[in-house]
């Protein structure tokens, strides 16, 4: 196989966000926290030199980002990706699924949650839909070579059922933990999955 045929997405989460651990998120544009220096260490020292980088526009992929490159990550600026933004929750984003419990609201949701928009907001299928085009449209730019995208745990299921080609359901199943490394790479027209949700230490 030439290499130079093969593109390495590496797949970064954002850093974790301060406060309940089940809050919703989705667009909202909150800061997130970079003060565990050796976990991003851990992550640049295993992130290519000289890679195309890319984020979504969210601020914590921006942080998490800039955090990687003041622990080591040597590469450009990267490029802004608004189709790589995580779900959109719409009027749910900033309660937590504890508070919502299982209300009326959320009674269709629950039947099927992949398929299933929220109030004001998109379904994960959607995501899927949005986030696919801009996968291959990046790829077919920097075809052969690193990227380096940091972005959300929906964001980061939905390369993988891309990759996959599984269900959007079947893409929920997915721990994305935050600062964990998911490395996919396209070879010519297929997809390999080298690893998903890598813990940043060990």
Not at 143 to 164: C, E, K, Q, S
């Amino acid at each position: 196989m030439n290499e130079s045929t093969v593109t390495r997405w590496w797949w970064v989460r954002h850093a974790p966000v301060p406060g309940p651990e089940d809050l919703i998120k989705g667009k909202l544009d909150l800061a997130c926290d970079t003060s565990d220096t050796a976990t991003f260490a851990a992550v640049a020292a295993r992130l290519p030199v000289g890679a195309v980088t890319v984020t979504s526009s969210r601020l914590r992929c921006r942080q998490t980002y800039a955090a990687l490159v003041a622990a080591g990550l040597s590469a450009a600026p990267p490029a802004i990706e608004p189709d790589f933004d995580e779900q959109d929750f719409g009027t749910l984003a900033g309660r937590t699924w504890t508070e919502l419990g299982d209300g009326p609201e959320l009674e269709a949701y629950w039947r099927d949650p992949a398929n299933t928009p929220l109030p004001g907001g998109e379904s994960f299928a959607q995501l899927v839909a949005r986030v696919g085009p801009a996968i291959a449209r990046i790829g077919v730019q920097s075809a052969g070579r690193d990227i380096v995208a940091v972005a959300h745990g929906g964001t980061i299921r939905a390369a993988l059922a891309v990759a996959l080609a599984i269900t959007p359901a079947q893409a929920l199943l997915f721990g994305v933990s935050t600062v964990s490394l998911t490395r996919i790479d396209a070879v010519n027209r297929a997809w390999r999955v080298v690893y998903a949700n890598r813990p940043p230490l060990g």
